[in-house]
Nanobody
């Protein structure tokens, strides 16, 4: 499956953004969808994940109150809604697909291109 992330940009602290992850190729609904982010000089970290049918979601503990992951299998698209953004949320955000629920980047089978989110103070 090929993944394409979009929706990043420059936003002021306290603002909101919605990222999209468009999938093509193999059946999107056969994969767990996850979002990761990587800030400059830091390791890639797990943000959120959603099960095949969307009934199960998982979030990094520090983000679960501000971020919401969802998916629309009919549109082969996943989403990450981010609110109350902080400067420390600045990073390149990646979507990824895996065969099972996992927070580890090494378990992801497919990676999308990243989209840059910059939060100004």
């Amino acid at each position: 499956v090929q993944l394409q992330a979009s929706g990043g940009g420059l936003v002021q602290a306290g603002g909101s953004l919605r990222l999209s992850c468009a999938a093509s190729g193999r059946a999107f609904n056969q994969y767990v969808l996850s979002w990761f982010r990587q800030a400059p000089g830091k390791e890639r970290e797990f943000v959120a994940g959603i099960s095949l049918g969307g009934t199960y979601t998982d979030y990094a503990d520090s983000l679960k109150d501000r971020f919401t992951i969802s998916r629309d299998n009919a549109k082969n698209t996943g989403y990450l809604e981010m609110s109350s953004l902080k400067p420390e949320d600045t990073a390149v955000y990646y979507c990824a697909a895996s065969l099972s629920n996992s927070r580890s980047p090494t378990n992801m089978r497919y990676w999308g291109t990243g989209t840059l989110v910059t939060v100004s103070s």
